[in-house]
């Protein structure tokens, strides 16, 4: 058993309404997408709603969704993001949201077993935005692992 | 490096080895080089450490099941992940291409760069698609279910930096170029996202 997880959020301005045309495709590809996530290797949890996904939250901004995930490892994420059928949402993203001049994604690790929240998600894409990757708070381009080697050793 | 690297290949059968390595989906053994080059099997591993020690190619122990030497560790080749680009004067396109593809990610003009992409794939065009993409380096290839995969990502460096939207562009240029073909995006462990289905697209 490992005893780290990676947590990721990444989070999105939209375009018009969630519940508007201009969205519909978003919309209708999120099932298919989330059930995809969970059974991919190294998956471990996703925020989620009532509704099964978490387009409802709004804990940033009343435009700004959020996507709140663990997974085990940096490459079970990137995998998932970067290597199946995720990857075409991802390539036409600018259909649906408004392009970010900030860090808009924060990985971090966390004890296995735990689960991150909102608010700590927020502390650690604020810290990535004010001093750039660390080890507490990365990127998927500028990964750290999970326990830094001891200088000296 | 690179000098060094693309100075190994001048020699005609160390090339053709090469060649021979880099086409094969799986690691190969000096023994099936030796065979399918026609050469002698030591003279097959001299030119593999040559290539492998100058960053050409990796190697590998695996034990072989079935055949001859089953159960012994045999030294594997496959094509090393390193890239080796030589331009002379010094020139840094890749550095350029980062440049510009942060800018497009920033100002979210991925539409647009989609659009000069098909263009470009368009002028590309002309006689067999699959040997205009040889000719672009996807290395294609037919699956058993006829579709047409691209074991090299041209872009792979950018891709794996900015992959949706070089994944995108890929997408765009393959499309302008294969016409009527249905391209899409299908990604897997590794290799280009695009694939192209051995039908028409759907009208």
């Not at chain 1, 058993?1 to 375009?15: P, S, V």
């Not at chain 1, 969630?18 to 298919?32: G, K, N, R, T």
């Not at chain 1, 940033?60 to 949402?89: C, K, M």
């Not at chain 2, 290799?191 to 051995?198: D, E, F, H, N």
Request: aromatic share 6%.
């Amino acid at each position: 058993m490992a005893e780290h997880h990676l947590a990721q959020l990444n989070i999105a301005r939209l375009r018009a309404p969630i519940d508007s045309p201009e969205l519909a495709d978003f919309v209708a590809l999120l099932p298919e997408i989330n059930g995809l996530a969970e059974r991919s290797p190294g998956y471990v949890w996703r925020l989620q709603d009532e509704s099964g996904d978490a387009t409802a939250l709004r804990p940033f901004e009343p435009d700004v969704i959020v996507n709140l995930t663990v997974w085990q490892s940096v490459d079970s994420l990137r995998g998932f993001v970067y290597r199946t059928a995720h990857l075409e949402p991802m390539r036409r993203r600018r259909d649906w949201f408004v392009p970010a001049d900030e860090a808009y994604l924060v990985l971090w690790w966390i004890p296995a077993g735990d689960l991150p929240t909102i608010a700590e998600a927020a502390d650690r894409l604020d810290l990535l935005r004010r001093t750039g990757p660390s080890p507490e708070a990365f990127t998927l381009r500028e990964p750290f692992p999970a326990e830094p080697s001891t200088s000296g050793s | 490096m690179s000098l060094e690297a693309i100075g190994a290949l001048r020699e005609p059968a160390r090339r053709a080895v090469y060649d021979y390595v880099v086409a094969q989906p799986e690691p190969v053994s000096r023994n099936e080089v030796a065979e399918a080059v026609a050469i002698g099997r030591t003279l097959a591993a001299f030119h593999l450490d040559k290539l492998a020690e100058a960053g050409l190619l990796e190697t590998a122990f695996a034990a072989r099941t079935g055949g001859p030497g089953a159960g012994r560790p045999a030294k594997l080749y496959r094509r090393s992940s390193a890239e080796h680009a030589v331009t002379l004067p010094p020139r840094d396109y890749r550095l350029l291409a980062e440049v510009l593809a942060s800018a497009v990610e920033r100002s979210g003009v991925e539409p647009a760069a989609y659009a000069a992409a098909r263009e470009r794939g368009a002028k590309l065009a002309g006689g067999d698609p699959v040997a205009r993409l040889q000719e672009l380096g996807y290395e294609p290839f037919e699956d058993p279910d006829r579709t047409i995969r691209l074991r090299n990502c041209p872009f792979d460096a950018l891709a794996q930096a900015h992959p949706p939207l070089v994944c995108g562009l890929n997408l765009a240029l393959v499309e302008g170029l294969a016409g009527e073909r249905d391209v899409r995006l299908d990604p897997g462990p590794t290799g280009c996202c695009v694939a192209i289905g051995s039908k028409n697209k759907k009208r």
